[in-house]
């Protein structure tokens, strides 16, 4: 029984994902649209850039609306033909002139910092990989899963946190503000509206201070997230190098196949050959001397033992002369590459080989 029972666990354990992702797995994920980033850190900035903003172009926009406002109650109100259509057009295009010289600054600029912040992040990126349906997204389960999954409870816990965070910053900034507030019953119209003013830019830049913060946090989360996500098995970095780099099988076979054909070709030019070199058992070599190509005698083919046997039995086919020299075949062998003209140290021992093949053949 004992023996019965006595199982290696670990062939049922699936391998853990403890390597760091690869340079091509991250741009894999990229190509998909995978890419880490912090939607609190876009918001936070934006909102940041809009109150400055909004603060700096305060007077600006107030005097718009002041002079607008007069031109309604003095100009239109007034009037006995207010409601008349021409009118009622043309302060329809005001209100619209108003609104996008009021609002559309503020625009501008929030449109123009989430380009900046999200390049900031993630870069130029284009993309349609996830708009593409999934059947994952209209799965119950997995939408039950993904509520109850470790980065939903994450995110309840940062959304409680900031909240609490805000609130308390707000709660002692108003609470130290109140004090004050009598001196309002003293103050104009003017100065009031400039007083509440001040108090919500800094209520509003101490909210968005202790956001930025947590944006920050967010951001440095995010990307471990991003990466912890992304680890590989250490079968899976095999793999992929095994992919980078070509099966080693397929590379051999491939290399088999390379060099079956470059001995085909070789072997095809060994009949136009002048002489055979060889050893006269290890090595032969097929030298060829053509004026219109070289200025000097080159290798059209070499071998070594069962390929030099080879190039003898091509070339007793052919009736290529053999000629035995033993020191010239093994320099040559080392030297010369196919193709290649002989070095200028062996023209003359070459030469007289060649000499004496002319010579046979003149005979």
Same mark, same amino acid.
């Given at each position: 029984?004992?023996?019965?029972?006595?199982?290696?666990?670990?062939?049922?354990?699936?391998?853990? @994902?403890?390597?760091?992702?690869?340079?091509?797995?991250?741009?894999?994920?990229?190509? @998909?649209?995978?890419?880490?980033?912090?939607?609190?850190?876009?918001?936070?900035?934006?909102?940041?850039?809009?109150?400055?903003?909004?603060?700096?172009?305060?007077?600006?926009?107030?005097?718009?609306?002041?002079?607008?406002?007069?031109?309604?109650?003095?100009?239109?109100?007034?009037?006995?033909?207010?409601?008349?259509?021409?009118?009622?057009?043309?302060?329809?295009?005001?209100?619209?002139?108003?609104?996008?010289?009021?609002?559309?600054?503020?625009l501008a600029v929030a449109?123009?910092?989430?380009?900046?912040?999200?390049?900031?992040?993630?870069?130029?990126?284009?993309?349609?990989?996830?708009?593409?349906?999934?059947?994952?997204? $209209?799965?119950?389960?997995?939408?039950?899963?993904?509520?109850?999954?470790?980065?939903?409870?994450?995110?309840?816990?940062?959304?409680?946190?900031?909240?609490?965070?805000?609130?308390?910053?707000?709660?002692?900034?108003? @609470?130290? /503000?109140?004090?004050?507030? %009598?001196?309002?019953?003293?103050?104009?119209?003017?100065?009031?509206?400039?007083y509440i003013g001040s108090?919500?830019?800094?209520?509003?830049?101490?909210?968005?201070?202790?956001?930025?913060?947590?944006?920050?946090?967010?951001?440095?989360?995010?990307?471990?997230?991003?990466?912890?996500?992304?680890?590989?098995?250490?079968?899976?970095?095999?793999?992929?190098?095994?992919?980078?780099?070509?099966?080693?099988?397929?590379?051999?076979?491939?290399?088999?196949?390379?060099?079956?054909?470059?001995?085909?070709?070789?072997?095809?030019?060994?009949?136009?050959?002048?002489?055979?070199?060889?050893?006269?058992?290890?090595?032969?070599?097929?030298?060829? %001397?053509?004026?219109?190509? %070289?200025?000097?005698?080159?290798?059209?083919?070499?071998?070594?033992?069962?390929?030099?046997?080879?190039?003898?039995?091509?070339?007793?086919?052919?009736? $290529?002369?053999?000629?035995?020299?033993?020191?010239?075949?093994?320099?040559?062998? @080392?030297?010369?590459?196919?193709?290649?003209?002989?070095?200028?140290?062996?023209?003359?021992?070459?030469? /007289?080989?060649?000499?004496?093949?002319?010579?046979?053949?003149?005979?």
């Amino acid at each position: 029984m004992e023996k019965v029972l006595n199982l290696n666990l670990q062939l049922f354990a699936s391998e853990e @994902k403890t390597e760091k992702p690869t340079p091509k797995k991250l741009s894999d994920a990229r190509k @998909k649209g995978q890419v880490f980033k912090s939607r609190e850190l876009n918001s936070v900035v934006i909102l940041a850039v809009l109150f400055v903003t909004l603060n700096m172009c305060s007077k600006s926009i107030g005097d718009i609306l002041q002079r607008f406002s007069k031109l309604i109650f003095e100009d239109y109100i007034l009037e006995k033909n207010a409601l008349a259509v021409d009118d009622i057009r043309k302060l329809f295009l005001m209100v619209i002139m108003v609104i996008g010289r009021t609002v559309g600054p503020l625009l501008a600029v929030a449109f123009i910092m989430g380009l900046i912040v999200n390049y900031l992040q993630v870069g130029f990126l284009f993309t349609f990989e996830p708009l593409k349906p999934k059947l994952s997204r $209209i799965n119950p389960l997995e939408g039950f899963k993904r509520i109850l999954s470790v980065k939903s409870i994450v995110e309840l816990i940062k959304a409680n946190v900031k909240i609490f965070l805000v609130g308390y910053v707000v709660f002692k900034y108003v @609470k130290g /503000e109140i004090v004050n507030l %009598y001196k309002i019953c003293d103050m104009s119209i003017n100065n009031i509206i400039n007083y509440i003013g001040s108090i919500t830019f800094g209520l509003a830049i101490r909210a968005v201070g202790v956001l930025l913060i947590l944006a920050v946090l967010d951001y440095i989360y995010q990307k471990w997230d991003y990466h912890k996500n992304l680890k590989m098995t250490k079968q899976e970095i095999k793999e992929e190098n095994k992919q980078m780099e070509g099966n080693p099988q397929i590379k051999s076979k491939i290399k088999e196949k390379q060099r079956q054909i470059a001995m085909r070709r070789m072997m095809q030019d060994v009949p136009k050959a002048d002489v055979i070199i060889t050893n006269p058992t290890h090595f032969a070599i097929a030298i060829k %001397y053509d004026k219109t190509m %070289y200025d000097a005698p080159y290798v059209l083919a070499k071998g070594k033992d069962l390929v030099a046997q080879k190039i003898k039995e091509v070339a007793g086919d052919n009736s $290529i002369p053999l000629v035995e020299n033993r020191p010239l075949a093994r320099s040559l062998y @080392k030297s010369v590459e196919i193709g290649q003209i002989i070095p200028e140290d062996l023209y003359h021992a070459v030469a /007289e080989v060649l000499a004496y093949v002319y010579s046979l053949k003149q005979q």
